[in-house]
C-alpha cells in the first residue's frame, strides 16, 4: 500500500465518524450499525484506490523477458561476487534456458552490465507504455 491510499482511507473514515460508531458499537451491538461501518469501510477502500496512480500493464515481450533473465543472472554473479557464495548451479540452469549474454569476469564489469541492462528495461517499459497510450 502506498501512503496517498492510506491518507484517503483514514481521511473518509475520520470524516464519517468510523471510530466514534465502532465503539458505540462495541458497547451495544446493532447488526444495521454493524453493516453501516461495514458499507463505509468499503466505500473508504474504493475512494482511496481511485486516488492512486495506476501503474501501467506492460506486455510481457520475449526483449523484456531475455533483458529480466539477463539482470537476474547478473544479481546472481555480483551476489556471489559479494558474499562469497556459490550461484554457479543456478547461473548454469539458466544459462541452458537460453542465456544470450557473456558473464563478465570481473565484478565492476558486472556492475556496469547491470546498470546498463536496467536502463534497457526502463526504456523498453516507457516505449511500451507510450504505444499504449496512443
Known amino acids: 500500500m502506498n501512503r496517498v491510499y492510506i491518507q484517503h482511507r483514514i481521511q473518509y473514515l475520520v470524516q464519517h465518524g468510523f471510530a466514534e460508531r465502532l465503539q458505540n458499537l462495541n458497547s451495544n451491538w446493532n447488526p444495521e450499525v454493524a453493516e453501516e461501518l461495514d458499507g463505509d469501510f468499503q466505500r473508504a477502500r474504493k475512494l482511496a484506490s481511485k486516488q492512486c496512480k495506476r501503474k501501467p500493464n506492460i506486455a510481457l515481450t520475449a526483449q523484456l523477458s531475455s533483458l529480466r533473465i539477463k539482470k537476474n543472472n547478473l544479481v546472481q554473479i555480483i551476489s556471489?561476487?559479494?558474499?562469497?557464495?556459490?550461484?554457479?548451479?543456478?547461473?548454469?540452469?539458466?544459462?541452458?534456458?537460453?542465456?544470450?549474454?557473456?558473464?563478465?569476469?570481473?565484478?565492476?564489469?558486472?556492475?556496469v552490465q547491470l546498470k546498463r541492462v536496467?536502463?534497457?528495461?526502463?526504456?523498453?517499459?516507457r516505449q511500451q507504455q507510450r504505444i499504449e497510450e496512443t
Open 80 to 111: 556471489q561476487y559479494k558474499t562469497g557464495y556459490n550461484y554457479s548451479a543456478a547461473i548454469a540452469l539458466q544459462a541452458r534456458r537460453g542465456t544470450d549474454f557473456l558473464i563478465p569476469s570481473k565484478q565492476d564489469e558486472c556492475n
Open 118 to 125: 536496467h536502463s534497457d528495461i526502463r526504456r523498453l517499459k
